[in-house]
């Protein structure tokens, strides 16, 4: 195989009551630990809080974690280590990809958040828009000729 294009994704699940806060800190712990084992983060992204398909550890929701990385393939045992000594880690696996090296994703959140820290009134046109986008489409064709003919 070759070893150029291949990297490795590992999902792991937080349990869903530690703070938002507390996730940034375990994501930004096991991208830290990944790279101190040898390995190159390619991606990382929270996936956010998701119903599990079975109750773990009394649990029936988790927030999810999605890493992708690459390396030697000897910094995985050591990563799956942490994160199985944790204990806001409910689940984890990691999985060996082929195939070209997936492209890194800008955060929803982040860029939702800049936009509206800059221009709060986006949110108000743009629903207003859609308001008044909505009135004209709801109209028949008869009306429409009607309105164009008594503003002309």
């Known amino acids: 195989m070759n070893d150029q294009h291949s ?3 590992t999902m792991y699940i937080l349990r869903p009551d530690i703070a938002e806060d507390e996730v940034t800190n375990h994501i930004g712990k096991y991208n830290k630990l990944l790279e101190e084992f040898g390995g190159t983060i390619l991606d990382s992204q929270m996936r956010g809080k998701r119903r599990l398909a079975y109750q773990i550890a ?4 988790g927030i999810y974690v999605q890493l992708s990385h690459q390396g030697d393939g000897q910094h995985i045992f050591k990563i799956e280590k942490a994160m ?5 880690v409910i689940r984890y696996m990691t999985v060996k990809q082929e195939g070209p090296l997936p492209t890194p994703r800008p955060s929803n ?4 958040q800049v936009n509206n820290k800059e221009n709060p009134e986006t949110k108000v ?11 004209d489409t709801s109209t028949s064709a008869k009306d429409t000729e009607t309105k164009e003919n008594a503003e002309s």
């Open 58 to 61: 009394k649990h029936r929701e």
């Open 84 to 88: 199985r000594l944790s204990e806001d």
């Open 125 to 135: 046109e743009s629903k207003e828009k859609q308001s008044v986008i909505s009135a």
């Open 7 to 9: 990297y490795y994704e």
């Open 109 to 112: 959140k982040s860029s939702t």
